[in-house]
DNA sequence: CATCAGATG
DNA sequence: TACTCATCTGATG
DNA sequence: ACGCAAAAC
DNA sequence: TACTGTTTTGCGT
């Protein structure tokens, strides 16, 4: 079966055979079953399309054909070569912070997880074929020498925030798709960028190892001014060299600029795709990973050219199933999607088909309603199988609780639809879900509403239980788009949670730390390993006490396994006005 | 995959699909791994025998067809319907051991074994899909009520030595095939029987619930004799009755006098199969199980009626594998074997041809070197995966050891090949085998030699290992003819572990006790209940303590698992000149 | 002779 | 806690 | 409106 | 020790 996928950066050439193997060697017996299902729906669907195919007539083809043609046409229309269009992916994220955070992991293969479930691996690791996703204990199998590290959802949170301050310098309406993924637009940048830009660059030596970025070992150190300090953190000495980096003018020069003050402002490298439009620039992100960058020419055959020989798996939006779908007809690339393209009409929905068409024609998906805010709010979580309905309803509570404890930080109201989630030891998932006639919101209401729907799956054996609210109610419009409630959050938080007071500053040249106010050099980028130190003090301080449903209940359910984002710090909030969350790029069948 | 097999009494009628699902969820990983490549294997040959029918010529398949039914007719000639074969099977016999010796065991599903491997299960338990040779947690998940008993085959063995002698008394010559399994020629017994004979049939009731049999609930017991006593087991008050039963002379009823007796004898249940050759019989054991027994008569025309609509699996010798072969051709039922056999010299050997037709025939399989003696002796366990060398030595010698002890009992001197045997962490097997020049008999050469092939493996990473000792050299046939040997070992054991001192009397109408010397009425089965308590007694002190690898080398290998025969107790001793082993009734392919 | 596969209880 | 053990037969090289 | 499947990070 | 958690989109009923 299809278990492993090295569709990501770091992991070509892998021995995916081996890998494979050993993951169904060590796939614990009704997860495999569970998979197989999964596989054969899949196997079920391909058959559906090779009949289709098999089976349509000649005008049914010819009318397909005609149908995409137009289609493309319409497309082709709409083609819009103008823009400078940047993805800024952060490499290995979670895995980078703590690999910066603690230099001994900076050498060796680790991930960021639990012996149940990996959030990420850092490079090293994926040469192992360990990835997000892959449950721990099987990436052990993979690499015995791997080391695992809880991971610290707010301490991500707070260095995305960082880091995406910059980019709203150079697009004030920066899509924040993650916490590590960020979208700017910078044709206006671009276009308004007269002059190169001139930084001070910071990088660390000495043995204190906790300053990123080092200076090369084989880098001629002679000519560098230096400045010689103790660190607060290890005691030991670290002397920090300075020099004078210069950037351009052009589109790629400015995103090594934007890339190089993440650099200096987190200690972390990212990766950047330049191209027409977001879709293509995700793409390209993924191009020079780790710590690299890839231009895609605003150019129609040139972006053709470069589609041809891509792996469908590569575009967003289309994943393991529709990879199937589409190889079952012989489109492995997204060139045989274009080949291919007027079959799309016999085997998908119109809106897959525009979909499918738009990506093999290098145009990005259809916009899509572009209300920022969030649409639904969730919590769930895993624990051991039960059907004991005591429980059931003991986990059910904690959930409820967490829920309504988000729902306030959010600035949510209510909603009006409620949803149950269940995942059955099986690993099927189910929903149930109601919507009274009235906006529930109360921790009572939550409670209630989805406990009936709980309580009509009596019996089943649960290993996961969810609860969601949606069609939500927000606080006034007003209030959401201001400063007021962010005021009333950052009372609670820390300085640096509150980085959006710098908004107006940015451009300065001169600023103070946000967290002790002291004045730092240069813009950002002087706050540099400032900020960073006063972040870890922080983030050391408050150790967030990986979430684990505590159910001290009865017996039986006893430990759920992944962390999750937050619980005991209060930093969620919507990215509010500035930092829009993006809601769609992926269009498919 | 074919996990799951009903081919087993007391198992019909069960939800296959379930079951299977249920074995399928909860098989580890690494052994569904095994088992794939199995099923791979079998496809394959399935593959290459449908290839071998497709492209045989005309005058191939017109060859195969004259030569199948040149040796059908050759094989007919032999056809023997002047005999009365019986074979004895006892119902769930280690299930039922520890059943008659545990009152509480005896109304709830139960199997013998540990979490790691069932040896047999009761009837009850069958029912949830629970069955010898299948994993006890995996039983588990089939049937959570389910009680594990560990085995205590010492005490099987010494049950089996009382019911064979019952026997012996038919059939001089008796071939036991296992322990609970006993092949019996009937001819001459019954054509010399010409009067019914009576037995006094005890049966128990009262409030001790030990011995066995009980009178029905539901039967009249007020004409019955009875006798009050207690029981020196339980306490409690314990009432025997007693009537007569007769069994007149055709071999059903001689059949059913023996079943009879072994009842009375040791309180457990047994079937039987009554045909012309004990390939049949052994089939006819099987279809009135349990407790039941079943005819064939002595009629080629009915025999092969009978054979019609036997599934194929239902005869000794065609397995899981051979199955799948021959479901390949079509072939289901013994029935179908008869239309298909002109396929068989495309697709089997010679041999395997011959033993398919005859078993298609009803006709016995060919026979095979009468020497009763054994052709090998071995000693293999079962360990926590392990590569560290030093662990598998440590291991390599107590098997050794314990190879070296059986070969001792067996009244073995030596043998001329000595054979390591390993089982790979991936469940695949290897053997490496050895043959010196002189012949293999102390601790010392079987340790040296087979170490020597082990060395030859490092860095596997094995979860079992063996030590077989083959081509034997036996102690002086006349001595292993003999009693002498016997009295050696006997000195060692309780009274009645020398239960062949006994031959000499067993026609007779009344006999003493073997353990306690005591006379009792009637023939074996005046001993009854006095033997058997006895032998109660006996094996309750003996209690044998599982035998498990105490590897307290270093720290990984750790637990094995279940029972192997003994160890502790010297008990072994070919069955000796009296109840001849049985060496082969199969042939296949 | 050596190795493996299949089978049985 | 975690897929047995002892034994035989037959095919293949 | 509901339930489910697919996808992303 | 044991296959996550949050959110969105789209299809079908
Ligand atoms: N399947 C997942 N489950 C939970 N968290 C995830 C998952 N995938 C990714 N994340 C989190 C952890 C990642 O560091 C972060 C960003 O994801 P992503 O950009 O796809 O990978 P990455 O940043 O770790 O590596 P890279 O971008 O270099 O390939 O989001
Ligand atoms: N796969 C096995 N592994 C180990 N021991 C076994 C295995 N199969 C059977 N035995 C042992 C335990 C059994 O009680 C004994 C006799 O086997 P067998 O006659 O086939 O079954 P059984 O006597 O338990 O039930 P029944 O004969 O009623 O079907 O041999
Ligand atoms: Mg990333
Ligand atoms: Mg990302
Ligand atoms: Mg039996
Ligand atoms: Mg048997």
Redesign the pocket.
Known sequence: ML?FNDNKAGMGGLDKEKITKV?EE???????SF?KK?QS??DE?VAEIKNRIEKATREEKQKAENSMKNLEIKLEASRDLSRDCVCI?MDA?FAAVEMRDDPKLRTIPMAVG????L?TSNYLARRFGVR???????SKKLCPELTLVPGNYPKYTKVSRQFSEIFMEYDGDVGM?????AYIDLTEYVANRTEKRIFTRHRYGGDCPCWLPRVPEDEDIENLQFEDSECTKCSKNRRAYFDDVEFGVGREEVVREMRFRVEQLTGLTCSAGIAANFMLA?ICSDFNKPNGQFVLENDRNVILEFLEKLPI?K?????????A?LQSMDIRTVGDMLLQKALFPLC?????QE?FLRTALGLP??P??SDP??????????F?PTSDFQMLCDVHLEICQ?LEE?IRK?GVIGG??I?LKL?LSS?????????PSDTVSSLEDIQKYSLE?LEKEKGKEI??L?V?L??LVFEEEKKSKTITDFWNDAKQQKPLSSPEDADEIIMMDTRPCPICGADVENQLEILNRHVDECIQKMTDEESPELICISVETKKKV????????KRKIQE?KPAAKKVA?I??F????
């Open positions: 278990t993951i060590n796939t614990s017996a009704s997860y495999s998979s999964q729906r899949i669907k992916d994220y639990s012996s149940a479930m959030s997000a996703g892959m449950p721990g204990f099987i798709m993650s916490l590590d993924e995700k798996r575009v967003g939006g289309i994943g393991r199933v529709s990879e779908h998908f929905s119109p809106l897959a979909s998906g259809r899509s309603s805010r969030r649409k639904s709010i969730s919590v769930e979580r895993t051991s967490m988000d959010a009006k639809t949803t995942k690993f099927d998932v189910l929903t149930r879900s109601l919507t729907l290993r996961l969810g969601r949606s069609q006893e430990k759920p396994v992944v962390f999750s984002k969620k969350t809601d769609s992926w269009k498919k069948e």
